[in-house]
């Protein structure tokens, strides 16, 4: 794909624009599958150049940057840019205008996640819109009421002259002096009890209908550092370093908890990207959200050697996050559900037959025996693209269904033909119709999995539905993953396309499959090539390689179980 970064010029003082604009040399880095070309928007006319942006024709749009404060550009240019409803991901004005106050009142209203209250000193006193790249530079630390009359006084005028609202904050009632004071002014200020305890960062990630937390990473403070008052610096920049989850374990999946917690609070879903968490951790009163920023510094920031081990804590790494960006805004459009519909309607008609099929055409009995007989698949085996069931018969005969062994077989499949008559085999549990885009996130809502296997399918995805279909299966499954990747001649398609079958158009992802590489806490045992099925459509031979992939390590990530769907 062509993609094109958008981001925006900021005029005045402090808006220096050097750091972020070079940010777009993470995303060249990303991978060779897709080209980059950023795109700046400046102040001035900004409805022209995004205009003449889209008249480029670029076939997705990353938008990295803005904030409420930024006249002409920033919020107003990304409410205009949103409104043109092009396939997109990035900033969002709505979580955006979300501002920090709202985020709290919600997160208090949820139940989670715990956010600092409003009522002790030290009370910690900030911009409620502030600056994406300064969530703590303009942060003050009050132990008093004068102390925090002070800070008002001096926030309020650099509201006014920055043009910002007089404040009219919610705080604390300590005096009615010191009420009337705060009573002047508007939304613009937060004031919440200081935490003090060591401060962390989590990255969030959208993954269709859930999200995923990466690896978190502690700011080492101290002295002045950790008690931000008045009087300090805004020089102050924090070193950050990973979080060893076998330190402390409980913290680890703590931090992540909270930070997925704080992206539901948010209502970040739908920006297609995620949102960056900062949080406090006290021993005694346990880990806060303090600030959740709509944008994640992880995307903005050139390389580094951090944020390289933070991004690749995300199976995939940053080439696999682009892909999982593109694909929540499929998913969210739906862009593929004609081609979905007729997909499953041929397979529908060939299902009575596709066995008898199966028998001249495949050497998938042959294949599959191998897998079964070589390998582990004890526990929850999600078996996705089912079709008929016939590699749950194989496990059948294995003796998957012995008294001793313990375990569950779950097929999905997008044809309800197949479905039918896999469910009819008596060996599965549960057979659903599902795509492969989101049948596994389906089941997780409900319970662990342990096995993923899938064959013969993988070829229907895009190459971004790929890359996010493969974050999915490593990050939930805690065994194994077996797949095949066929791999597809061009003749295939021409042959598709002569017949007027453009719908079955399908993809060699074997490069893709090899690029993804092997993810942490996860060990590559096998990969074969084997003859596998020839087309009784268009008569070519397919050839495929099946890879077992076995989990070595928990891994550094943790995903949220998406909701329900009403």
């Not at 920055?162 to 200020?189: F, N, Q, V």
């Not at 016939?390 to 499949?413: H, K, M, P, Q, T």
Request: proline share 4%; hydrophobic share 35%; with cysteine.
């Amino acid at each position: 794909m062509r993609i094109c970064v958008l981001q925006f010029s900021y005029e005045g003082p402090d808006r220096g624009r050097g750091d972020l604009e070079n940010g777009i040399s993470r995303f060249e880095m990303a991978s060779s599958q897709h080209t980059f070309e950023r795109r700046i928007i400046c102040e001035e006319s900004f409805k022209e150049k995004i205009d003449s942006v889209l008249r480029e024709g670029f076939d997705f749009y990353i938008n990295l940057w803005s904030t409420t404060e930024d006249p002409g550009t920033g919020m107003q240019a990304s409410q205009y840019f949103e409104s043109l409803d092009v396939p997109s991901a990035g900033f969002c004005s709505r979580g955006q205008s979300w501002i920090k106050d709202s985020l709290y009142k919600h997160a208090r209203q949820r139940g989670a996640p715990c956010v600092p209250g409003m009522l002790q000193f030290p009370l910690s006193v900030k911009p409620s819109n502030g600056y994406i790249s300064q969530p703590t530079d303009e942060n003050y630390v009050c132990h008093d009421e004068r102390e925090l009359r002070d800070v008002l006084c001096q926030l309020d005028k650099q509201l006014s002259s920055s043009g910002g609202r007089r404040i009219d904050a919610c705080g604390p009632t300590a005096s009615a002096e010191l009420h009337d004071l705060i009573d002047r002014y508007s939304d613009d200020i937060v004031i919440q009890e200081f935490i003090d305890g060591d401060e962390y960062t989590v990255t969030v990630i959208e993954l269709g209908d859930s999200a995923v937390a990466l690896h978190p990473c502690v700011k080492t403070l101290s002295g002045r550092k950790r008690f931000h008052t008045s009087g300090a610096g805004s020089d102050l920049k924090p070193c950050k370093e990973l979080v060893n989850r076998e330190d402390n374990p409980i913290l680890f999946q703590s931090l992540q908890h909270a930070a997925l917690e704080a992206f539901e609070a948010g209502m970040f879903r739908g920006s297609h990207m995620g949102c960056e968490v900062n949080l406090r951790v006290n021993g005694e009163m346990g880990v806060f959200v303090t600030i959740v920023n709509s944008q994640a510094m992880t995307f903005l920031q050139t390389r580094n050697d951090l944020q390289d081990l933070l991004i690749e804590s995300l199976p995939g790494g940053l080439p696999a996050a682009v892909n999982v960006f593109i694909a929540n805004y499929y998913a969210r459009h739906d862009v593929r559900q004609k081609e979905c519909i007729k997909v499953a309607t041929a397979y529908d008609e060939v299902a009575p037959e596709y066995d008898d099929q199966g028998q001249t055409n495949s050497q998938d009995k042959e294949n599959f025996r191998h897998l079964v007989e070589n390998y582990d698949f004890q526990g929850t085996v999600l078996d996705l693209a089912c079709g008929t069931g016939f590699f749950g018969r194989l496990l059948a005969e294995n003796g998957f269904r012995n008294a001793e062994r313990v375990g569950s077989l779950i097929g999905f499949d997008l044809s309800p033909g197949m479905v039918d008559l896999c469910r009819k085999t008596g060996v599965y549990d549960q057979v659903d119709v599902s795509r492969l885009q989101t049948c596994l996130l389906q089941y997780y809502r409900h319970g662990e999995v342990d096995h993923v296997v899938s064959f013969g399918a993988l070829h229907f995805l895009s190459p971004e539905e790929f890359a996010s279909f493969f974050v999915q299966c490593f990050i939930i499954a805690n065994k194994s993953i077996t797949v095949s990747v066929d791999e597809i001649p061009d003749s295939y398609n021409e042959h598709l396309h002569e017949k007027g079958l453009s719908h079955m158009h399908s993809i060699n992802h074997l490069g893709n499959m090899e690029a993804f590489g092997e993810p942490q806490g996860w060990k590559l045992v096998s990969s074969q090539r084997h003859y596998s099925w020839t087309s009784p459509t268009t008569g070519d031979g397919i050839y495929s390689t099946f890879f077992r992939f076995e989990r070595v390590d928990r891994g550094n990530v943790l995903i949220s179980r998406a909701p329900e769907k009403n």
